[in-house]
């Protein structure tokens, strides 16, 4: 499914964001300093972040994982490095992941990167800003639309993934299109009515629902 579609017009769009961004502005929005989502330079580590993130804890589980990835292989950058992790049958200890089912999958999303001829972040990011792409990967059995949009948050594409805690902002503004895409365009056209990039507008969010107990990762690489 394309990235694009949405079920709902553009004034039912408009509308939605608007009560968005009016209860997002009540709620400090504007006031608070701007942190965007971080963005990484590690290929292994985004593939990692964007497979392991879903449904798990990040601040105890998934974090922990990205940031020992970071240190004990920073050469892994790279597609042609990650393979090679595969072909040695190590990719459950590059993740310190055991379960098969997210172990499979990031080496479906490898094969699938190398098909493509992707290679490193950089080629990612160009990727991810081709619909064609977005809708090739999402036929990688567990991939989405949420985790398209948080790998290109991840690369530093100004976007917004729609998680459940957009999804509870959104019905606490009285918004009752769930619909995915709907929900990314409506949020999305909220961040642009605050002039707030669309990355800080989604960091927000996520503090805003996880504050104080949850920290950011930072990847500084």
Not at 19 to 46: F, M, N, Q, S
Not at 107 to 131: P, Q
Not at 204 to 221: C, F, K, N
């Amino acid at each position: 499914m394309s990235r694009t579609g949405a079920k709902g017009s553009a004034i039912e769009v408009l509308l939605a964001a608007r009560r968005i961004a009016d209860h997002a502005k009540d709620e400090g929005a504007l006031l608070e300093d701007k942190h965007p989502r971080a963005t990484c330079g590690h290929l292994g580590a985004v593939l990692a972040d964007s497979v392991l993130q879903a449904g798990l804890n990040y601040t105890t589980v998934v974090r922990p994982r990205v940031l020992a990835i970071l240190r004990a292989y920073p050469n892994h950058h790279k597609i042609s490095s990650l393979l090679a992790v595969i072909e040695d049958g190590k990719t459950g200890v590059f993740l310190n992941w055991r379960h098969h089912e997210k172990v499979t999958r990031f080496e479906a999303l490898v094969v699938f990167m190398k098909n493509w001829g992707i290679e490193d972040v950089s080629d990612l990011r160009a990727g991810l800003a081709s619909d064609e792409f977005c809708d090739a990967i999402q036929t990688v059995n567990g991939i989405g639309p949420k985790t398209v949009d948080y790998m290109a948050c991840l690369v530093g594409i100004d976007s917004i993934a729609v998680d459940r805690h957009v999804r509870t902002f959104a019905k606490t503004v009285g918004v009752e299109n769930d619909d995915y895409h709907f929900l990314r365009k409506s949020f999305c056209c909220a961040a642009d009515l605050l002039s707030l990039p669309r990355r800080e507008f989604d960091a927000w969010l996520w503090r805003r629902a996880t504050a104080p107990a949850q920290v950011q990762l930072t990847l500084g690489v």
